[in-house]
């Protein structure tokens, strides 16, 4: 699980996070976990290599409210790895992990940087990626 922190400017005029706020918390966790492996983005799409996708899913089931600002966790794994697409599933839990406050899964195409079309993930990148496959339960 990786921490992420809610702001209290995250908070929406109810007091609650915000719904637009869930899954920038999970994007910033990812890009975390993607950095422990030695992957980056520096910001040149040119070179982004296998950070240059899009999303093509998103799908978030709001289970309880986060209503203070605080920490908090996201647990990441992958369902789906292909050739160009990903499947990650994701969970924004309590900082233990016991109360699991949104989960849900995001669909990633890999581009390439010129042709906008769909390519294949590199070979390191798949390595790293196939550690965070979820076993079929």
């Known amino acids: 699980m990786i921490p992420v ?14 719904n637009a706020r869930y899954p920038l918390l999970v994007e910033r966790a990812w890009n975390e976990l993607w950095q422990e492996y030695g992957l980056t983005f520096d910001g040149d ?16 089931s709001y289970e309880a409210p986060v209503d203070r600002p605080g ?13 160009t697409g990903l499947t990650y599933g994701f969970r924004l839990c309590s900082a233990d992990g016991e109360v699991t406050y949104a ?16 390519t294949r993930w590199s070979d390191r990148f798949r390595a790293c990626a196939r550690e965070l496959l979820r076993s079929a339960d």
């Open 103 to 118: 989960r849900g899964t995001r669909v990633l195409v890999r581009l390439d940087a010129e042709t906008l079309r769909p």
């Open 71 to 83: 920490a908090y966790a996201a647990h990441l794994w992958l369902e789906r790895l292909g050739n």
């Open 5 to 18: 922190t809610v702001h209290f400017d995250d908070l929406d005029s109810l007091g609650m996070l915000h």
């Open 45 to 60: 799409w040119a070179a982004a290599g296998d950070f240059c996708n899009v999303v093509r899913e998103l799908l978030i």
